[in-house]
């Protein structure tokens, strides 16, 4: 799965009973049951898409009414149960799948991403299109097992249930690459986000062995790809961190941002500062913007700090006109720290403190220097004082 993914954390406990002996219905009759456990899904206030769904099972209540007349087997073996939901377009290629479990403590997982339609074996384009609308019976395989799914479907919306079946080969083969006794919540976890042995071997091949599961499986939730990888090998970031890709991924670094880093003079820079670069918005183009305005090549933490703390181009343009020019870029973060805007030094100048140090603007505002404050010492006799006196004085609590 990709950065955009809609993923939060699989919760799965195994379940130890069969439950081939409860679902032998078949699948018509069991696709009356899909639709009441949707309605129970989306009535538990599962997600904005669950409550959709709700309406759907509703509008197509005749169909849990046919299902009674016919029976035929469901594909089930010791193994989890769940929820699966589908919304297809017809000019897309792709479909918007969620699966989603609860677990007998009663937690609730799901899962959700775009995928190609073809993840999908045994769904036609005209079930899932129906106008009329039908049951349907397709399964999702993959290394680690087979979802084996049924429900129903109508105009690009789908929703059922499924059981899912762990593939005993791939036990096999993750043993001999050093992942034994795996439970079957890990296969099922396996499963749905996609971690095949091709991939493992991909990742041996560039010098990632004996990844952690829950590494291989984070890697695959936020699309850290072994072509991921490679490019950024090919730009010199080699043998990174775990942590630091998928960090990158969910941040939105790109190979392009990485060139357009370097084209504005920044080659080879440390990830943990990329990645807070993408962050907190320090793009190339406000690189750009910052060297229009005289701050050329500044160090990435001064970059990030100007984003955090709001030091724009605008902020520099108006204390340029106000005098204060080629302000250190330290100054400039301390003064937005602390609240010296343009209007305070405008207002300071309006009663006679011209051209006042940025060390004592940022000291005036640290200790509540204000211009009514001035006004009320001059008004009790204290005139012509010094910012380091008026500073002093609010330090020792005169006039309060």
Same mark, same amino acid.
């Given at each position: 799965?990709?950065?955009?993914?809609?993923?939060?954390?699989?919760?799965?406990?195994?379940?130890?009973?069969?439950?081939?002996?409860?679902?032998? +219905?078949?699948?018509?009759?069991?696709?009356?049951?899909?639709?009441?456990?949707?309605?129970?899904?989306?009535?538990?206030?599962?997600?904005?898409?669950?409550?959709? +769904?709700?309406?759907?099972?509703?509008?197509?209540?005749?169909?849990?009414?046919?299902?009674?007349?016919?029976?035929?087997?469901?594909? =089930?073996?010791?193994?989890?149960?769940?929820?699966?939901?589908?919304?297809?377009?017809?000019?897309?290629?792709?479909?918007?799948?969620?699966?989603?479990?609860?677990?007998?403590?009663?937690?609730?997982?799901?899962?959700?991403?775009? $995928?190609?339609?073809?993840?999908?074996?045994?769904?036609?384009?005209?079930?899932?299109?129906?106008? =009329?609308?039908?049951?349907?019976?397709?399964?999702?395989?993959?290394?680690?097992?087979?979802?084996?799914?049924?429900?129903?479907?109508?105009?690009?919306?789908?929703?059922?249930?499924? !059981?899912?079946?762990?593939?005993?080969?791939?036990?096999?083969?993750?043993?001999?690459?050093?992942?034994?006794?795996?439970?079957?919540?890990?296969?099922?976890?396996?499963?749905?986000?996609?971690?095949? !042995?091709?991939?493992?071997?991909?990742?041996?091949?560039?010098?990632?062995?004996?990844?952690?599961?829950?590494?291989?499986?984070?890697?695959?939730?936020?699309?850290?790809?072994?072509?991921?990888?490679?490019?950024?090998?090919?730009?010199?970031?080699?043998?990174?961190?775990?942590?630091? +890709?998928?960090?990158?991924?969910?941040?939105?670094?790109?190979?392009?941002?990485?060139?357009?880093?370097?084209?504005?003079g920044y080659k080879r820079q440390p990830i943990d500062q990329i990645v807070a670069l993408r962050i907190h918005g320090a793009t190339p183009e406000f690189i750009r913007e910052m060297k229009e305005a005289g701050y050329e090549r500044l160090p990435l933490d001064e970059l990030v700090a100007f984003r955090i703390h709001g030091v724009t181009t605008e902020f520099i343009r108006e204390l340029n006109a106000l005098g204060y020019e080629r302000v250190p870029a330290d100054n400039l973060v301390s003064m937005r720290i602390h609240g010296v805007s343009t209007q305070f030094i405008k207002d300071l100048k309006a009663i006679g403190?011209?051209?006042?140090?940025?060390?004592?603007?940022?000291?005036?505002?640290?200790?509540?220097?204000?211009?009514? $404050?001035?006004?009320?010492?001059?008004?009790?006799?204290?005139?012509?004082?010094?910012?380091?006196?008026?500073?002093?004085?609010?330090?020792?609590?005169?006039?309060?």
């Amino acid at each position: 799965m990709n950065a955009k993914n809609e993923t939060r954390p699989l919760n799965i406990h195994a379940r130890q009973t069969s439950v081939a002996s409860r679902l032998r +219905l078949g699948a018509l009759i069991a696709a009356a049951a899909v639709a009441v456990s949707c309605y129970a899904w989306a009535a538990a206030g599962m997600s904005a898409r669950a409550d959709k +769904l709700d309406t759907f099972v509703l509008d197509n209540r005749p169909a849990a009414n046919v299902v009674h007349a016919a029976l035929t087997s469901v594909v =089930a073996q010791e193994g989890f149960a769940g929820q699966w939901t589908i919304e297809a377009k017809e000019n897309s290629d792709r479909i918007y799948l969620s699966i989603s479990r609860r677990s007998e403590r009663g937690g609730m997982s799901q899962s959700s991403s775009n $995928y190609p339609i073809s993840i999908v074996s045994g769904l036609t384009r005209e079930q899932m299109f129906s106008n =009329a609308g039908t049951v349907v019976r397709f399964q999702i395989v993959r290394d680690a097992g087979t979802l084996n799914c049924e429900g129903w479907f109508k105009s690009g919306k789908g929703a059922g249930s499924f !059981t899912f079946t762990a593939n005993q080969s791939y036990a096999s083969e993750m043993s001999r690459n050093g992942y034994s006794n795996l439970s079957q919540e890990k296969f099922f976890s396996l499963a749905v986000h996609d971690v095949s !042995t091709g991939f493992i071997q991909e990742l041996r091949e560039l010098g990632y062995d004996r990844i952690d599961l829950d590494d291989l499986i984070g890697m695959r939730i936020h699309g850290v790809s072994p072509q991921y990888i490679r490019e950024f090998k090919a730009r010199g970031y080699d043998n990174l961190p775990v942590d630091e +890709l998928v960090a990158m991924r969910i941040h939105g670094v790109t190979l392009k941002f990485i060139e357009e880093m370097e084209s504005a003079g920044y080659k080879r820079q440390p990830i943990d500062q990329i990645v807070a670069l993408r962050i907190h918005g320090a793009t190339p183009e406000f690189i750009r913007e910052m060297k229009e305005a005289g701050y050329e090549r500044l160090p990435l933490d001064e970059l990030v700090a100007f984003r955090i703390h709001g030091v724009t181009t605008e902020f520099i343009r108006e204390l340029n006109a106000l005098g204060y020019e080629r302000v250190p870029a330290d100054n400039l973060v301390s003064m937005r720290i602390h609240g010296v805007s343009t209007q305070f030094i405008k207002d300071l100048k309006a009663i006679g403190y011209d051209s006042v140090d940025v060390d004592d603007l940022v000291a005036m505002r640290i200790h509540g220097v204000t211009v009514s $404050y001035i006004q009320k010492m001059r008004e009790r006799g204290f005139k012509d004082l010094s910012i380091e006196q008026l500073v002093d004085m609010r330090i020792h609590g005169i006039g309060e």
